[in-house]
């Protein structure tokens, strides 16, 4: 079976800095793969934030995650200090890739990149929305 290839763009419109605690480590004493992704959810709450939203509203919808894909680069261990980089790209009609690169703050080694693909949604009908003009301008190059 083929590996995953992520592509990373060549800048990020957000980063946060997330710290490794006891509670992510796993068995093998470095970060699981489950508690990256828990991390990740918490980075992708706050890029919604930082451009003002929620999600539960951006621009009046919601976003539900449809698909994710992560390539695990290398090892993070407790204490050290993430940082989680992250943009939206390859719009369709009813959603779009949030891609994520995580490094190590303090020697820049890549632990994992991968992408969120997220998609519109309207939570009073519960169906899906289509992808809110102003957002996307936001990430238009």
Known sequence: MPRIHIELPERFAFATDLV???????????????????????????????LGYSELNVEGVGVIVADLA???????????VLNFAMTARDFGRKGCDLVWQVTDTASGREVARGKH??????????????????????FAE
């Open 70 to 80: 992560v390539q695990y680069r290398s090892e993070a261990f407790h204490g050290e």
């Open 117 to 138: 693909g997220i998609v519109f949604f309207d939570y009073a009908v519960r169906k899906p929305a289509s992808v809110p003009p102003a957002f996307a301008q936001r």
């Open 20 to 50: 490794v605690q006891i509670g992510h480590i796993n068995y093998g004493n470095h970060l699981d793969n489950a508690a990256l992704l828990s991390l990740v959810s918490e980075a992708r709450v706050r890029f919604f934030k930082a």
